[in-house]
């Protein structure tokens, strides 16, 4: 991936004086993009000002077929039938080396699997997993739900660029992870028995979809995703989304997300961890009572979930220490620093649940 500058109509949102714009352009698919090149630019994002992606999307360099030559293996087109649709090797696939390790694998062995519902989460579930354990692999299991390319994620770039991340797995029409899976399912497997995860963190890309309804949310599937996990025999975490700065009602303390990819689309056993946040920095007492209220209500009605208590002891200085800068909703770990303190409460309780089982025995 690669930003460009083009030009687009003054006036348009995102659009400098000059007429000016930022635009992505993946040379994967598209090859290099030079100056003077003339490109057709996608700038449905951009007239929408969308606070993720909003910028313009590079769809064709004019007057000239793209530098890129097909893969030679690998049969998996993801964001299908789209005009930029990929062609890449599956981990799972026959082609692939890891075929037969995948072919009947089905099980990873306990190992945790951490689900959220926002792609800012995994930085901070990253933060309180390396607080207790430094030394655990951690695997990102991207799913389809936001961005579809990887490289869209800077955050996941610079955590593998510091050694916070082993490896990205893009599933579903997701891709450009460092291995490819068709499912979630098998994404997992991947992680475990390809990549050697011992946590994996299951979350959308960049963006979130959402309609201010029940069910008409793409972080719904971080339920599918722990339900997904149980099938294949992990152990499954259920990371609270949290806000005390949002200006939303259903999102101000744990979010009517949480309440419904937990609460309603859940079916299997999945620990639900649960940060006592009083007396935590920036974090009012009203807000710390209110999550502890509603947690309650929600396991109460859940009996798939299992509570937690987790001690934040810490967890913002981990939080400060991210190699990465922390941002949801535009908002950082100062103007909403229970939004980050849920997400690492998570990585916290993955690190005791690792610290209970043997991956590497």
Not at 80 to 92: M, N, S
Not at 104 to 130: C, F, K, Q, T, Y
Request: charged residues 20%; contains cysteine; proline residues 6%.
């Amino acid at each position: 991936m690669a930003l460009t500058d083009g030009g687009s109509p003054a006036g348009a949102p995102g659009t400098s004086a000059g007429g000016r714009v930022r635009g992505v352009v993946y040379a994967d698919l598209l090859g290099e993009v030079v100056v003077g090149d003339r490109v057709l630019l996608n700038c449905n994002a951009l007239a929408k000002d969308l606070g993720t992606g909003g910028l313009a999307l590079v769809v064709a360099v004019l007057g000239r077929l793209p530098d890129v030559a097909p893969t030679e293996v690998g049969h998996l087109v993801k964001a299908r039938y789209t005009p930029l649709q990929a062609v890449v090797l599956g981990a799972d696939e026959q082609d692939s080396p890891h075929h037969a390790v995948l072919e009947e694998a089905d099980n990873i062995d306990g190992m945790p699997v951490v689900a959220a519902d926002l792609h800012s989460s995994l930085p901070a579930i990253l933060a309180g997993l390396r607080a207790s354990n430094p030394g655990a692999r951690a695997v990102y299991v991207m799913t389809d739900g936001g961005a579809l390319p990887a490289a869209f994620s800077r955050t996941a770039a610079q955590l593998r660029e510091h050694g916070w991340l082993e490896a990205v797995v893009t599933t579903g029409q997701s891709y450009g992870g460092d291995f490819e899976a068709v499912t979630v399912h098998t994404g997992l497997l991947t992680a475990r028995l390809v990549a050697d995860a011992d946590v994996a963190i299951v979350t959308q890309g960049p963006g979130n979809l959402g309609t201010g309804t029940r069910w008409g949310f793409s972080g719904v599937a971080a339920g599918e995703a722990l339900n997904a996990a149980a099938v294949v025999g992990g152990h499954g975490i259920a990371t609270l989304r949290v806000s005390g700065a949002d200006p939303r009602a259903r999102h101000r303390g744990i979010s009517h997300h949480s309440l419904t990819a937990y609460g309603r689309v859940l079916a299997r056993f999945a620990d639900l961890p649960v940060p006592d946040l009083r007396g935590q920095p920036g974090v009012p007492d009203e807000l710390a009572e209110m999550v502890t209220v509603q947690a309650a209500e929600l396991v109460g009605d859940a009996p798939q979930l299992r509570r937690h208590e987790v001690d934040p002891a810490g967890l913002m200085e981990a939080l400060r220490d991210c190699p990465v800068r922390l941002s949801t909703m535009g908002r950082g770990l100062e103007d909403d620093p229970a939004a980050f303190l849920a997400a690492a409460a998570a990585g916290r309780h993955a690190a005791a649940v690792l610290d209970r089982i043997d991956l590497r025995g």
